[in-house]
């Protein structure tokens, strides 16, 4: 993000020719369609007559009322809340346990680090639809292991794809998806910690826990800040999952999530109009919330960088 | 200053770090840190749970998968691999390359366009340098069906939905890739080496090919990875943009054999058996290059 220290080279041309396929690719998959997507959410199609041949139906002008209904509508909201509450699950038990466990990894008597690390990276492979098709089957009463113990038990069994513990079921895919790979990001900015700090500590006798908490946390707030980041835009736009376990279950209904129901609409009920008006809102609350974050932590940086 | 600590004096007794308990337990020179050790333990077993699950319900028959115990094997695996094979004329091998190509095709391409375009925002100064940066940047924000919704209506009026082009294409431009090469750039492509290049009268192209792309390389191979993987996970956009199931890539044709299960679960057998052969090249190549994923780029695009 520096500005290069040189003065402006001499080739002038060069930067803009090099940019070129980016801002094609830009304009024709980003920003076109973005564009399209602002236009149809302000109209909407008018049926004349039976509806029937050409030029019975034309898209009209609508104003705002795709949005107004987007905003009113009780099934949305009721989305953003399941997806709220999904993520409140989600972001600290994911973010908690890849801390956690990139602290022990970074602990310096810990035994089978490379092979541990590796394991638990390894779900990042694995594309979500395939790890909700695991996860999926194992929620089974027929199948789980859980299920299994519980009847052996004589216990009752819950039914793992509806009503709370679906909140459950879907967030250990993610916190199972997620950990390895912001475990790894954590850990890379452990590493990066001057071996001295280290040996300071030691010398004054902190515990590791001590030194874990006191100090190596502390010094791995900016990689802590970028995967809290990152994890509540991706927890956002939950789709592939829920989607994926729907043929399993009639807990899931196609407008769980709000970005599910902006594919119902859209394909399911052909409107793309009202489908467009709420992917609107969507991707105005995500940079709204985006920038919003971003902004608060540069101030914070920028105010700690002054005290010191 | 460091090395004067003693080599592991018995010092204050080191009260056993809340860490590990079991202080009392086998003293050789380096006592494993228990507690820490148990815990990563039981976090990659956790990882590993549903691939050995699918490992051992391949094997299982119909019957079997919803009457026998979760981890106990069955004796139907090569019935299973059969079945899949006859699937529809072996269309799940038609998915298996598919994958390959959307994923390689697509991160190789992308790579190209990343470092071309992280190269010149990382080494020149231009008006408008800023702009263009932080536009492509409010793109990795963009909710994914913002995008893949318009994209589809506007590839269907150039009659292009349903075609290898309309997956491949939008996954071209990944800013999060243009980012990442710019930090890259901005640190190893050293500044000198290019201005001597130009002395010697070198084009800035020839420059950028035989001086930058070499010493970008190893950020370039984890931007191919990172998008190799995005590609790959990408379920919503091939959802959206395919209907013939001789284009879909795994993701895809496992969920449609997964959603035609609900009402034959004779499909089943094959799903499990498709989801282990789709996560056996995955492990495979995932074992192989995760050395040469170098994550400190993800550190170090932090700092800045």
């Known amino acids: ?75 949305l909201l009721h989305g953003a809340l399941r997806v709220l509450g999904y993520g409140a699950i989600v972001v600290p038990v994911m973010l908690g346990l890849a801390l956690t466990f990139a602290l022990m990894l970074d602990h310096e008597r810990v035994r089978f680090a490379p092979a541990t690390r590796l394991a638990i990276f390894l779900p990042y492979a694995i594309p979500g639809v395939v790890a909700a098709l695991l996860w999926g089957f194992l929620y089974l009463p027929e199948v789980s292991p859980l299920h299994y113990g519980l009847d052996r038990a004589g216990l009752p069994q819950p039914d793992l794809l509806d009503g709370g513990s679906l909140y459950l079921a879907l967030s250990n895919i993610a916190v199972w998806g997620g950990t390895g790979f912001n475990m790894i990001v954590i850990y890379t900015a452990l590493r990066a910690i001057p071996a001295e700090v280290h040996e300071a500590a030691k010398l004054d006798g902190c515990t590791p826990l001590q030194t874990a908490l006191r100090i190596k946390v502390p010094m791995v707030a900016p990689a802590l800040v970028l995967t809290f980041f990152f994890s509540i835009i991706a927890t956002l736009q939950v789709f592939n999952e829920p989607t994926t376990l729907m043929p399993l279950t009639n807990g899931i209904s196609t407008t769980w999530s709000p970005l599910m129901k902006v594919h119902r609409d859209a394909f399911a009920e052909n409107d793309i109009y009202s489908a467009s008006a709420t992917a609107v809102v969507i991707a105005f609350v995500t940079l709204t919330l985006s920038f919003g974050f971003l902004r608060t932590v540069n101030r914070r940086t920028r105010q700690e960088e002054a005290a010191r | 200053m460091s090395s004067v600590a003693a080599p592991r004096s018995p010092a204050p007794a080191a009260p056993a770090a809340p860490g590990a308990p079991g202080a009392g337990q086998g003293r050789p020179r380096r006592r494993a840190a228990l507690i820490p050790t148990l815990a990563l333990v039981v976090g990659a077993v956790y990882c590993l749970v549903p691939v050995a699950w699918v490992a051992v319900a391949a094997s299982k028959s119909g019957t079997e ?20 094979n006859a699937y529809r004329d072996g269309v799940y091998w038609k998915w298996m390359g598919n994958t390959a190509l959307y994923a390689g095709v697509g991160a190789a391409l992308s790579t190209a366009v990343s470092a071309v375009s992280g190269y010149a925002l990382a080494l020149y100064r231009f008006r408008g340098r800023e702009a263009v940066f932080n536009t492509l940047l409010a793109g990795v924000l963009m909710p994914p069906v913002v995008l893949a919704v318009p994209q589809y209506l506007l590839l269907a009026e150039a009659d292009l939905t349903d075609s290898y082009l ?62 190799f993987v995005a590609i790959w996970n990408n379920f919503l956009l091939p959802y959206i943009m395919l209907s013939d199931d001789e284009k879909f890539p795994l993701t895809l044709g496992l969920y449609t054999l997964l959603e035609q299960g609900a009402s034959a679960p004779a499909l089943y057998t094959i799903v499990i058996m498709g989801a282990l052969l789709a996560v056996i090249p995955l492990i495979a190549l995932f074992l192989v290059v995760q050395r040469f994923w170098s994550l400190d780029l993800l550190s170090g695009a932090v700092k800045s």
């Open chain 1, 1 to 75: 993000m520096r500005p290069a220290r040189r003065p402006a080279y001499g080739v002038k041309g060069a930067p803009y020719a090099f940019l070129v396929p980016a801002a094609l690719l830009f304009a024709l998959f980003f920003a076109l369609p973005i564009g399209y997507a602002a236009w149809l959410s302000l109209h909407r199609v008018e049926v004349k007559g039976l509806g029937l041949g050409s030029g019975a139906r034309e898209e009209v002008w609508a104003g705002l009322s795709n949005y107004t209904d987007a905003l009113t509508d009780a099934e």
């Open chain 2, 65 to 84: 998968l919803f009457s026998t115990f979760t981890f106990l094997p069955g004796s139907g695996f090569a019935d299973n691999l059969e079945q899949l």
């Open chain 2, 166 to 227: 309309s997956v491949l294409l939008p996954q071209l431009l990944s800013p999060f890739g243009v980012y990442l090469a710019r930090v890259y750039a901005t640190a190893a492509v050293a500044k000198d080496v290019v201005e001597a290049g130009r002395v010697d009268g070198a084009g800035e192209w020839r420059i950028f090919l035989r001086m930058g792309v070499p010493m970008m390389a190893p950020g370039l191979v984890t931007i191919f990875l990172f998008q």
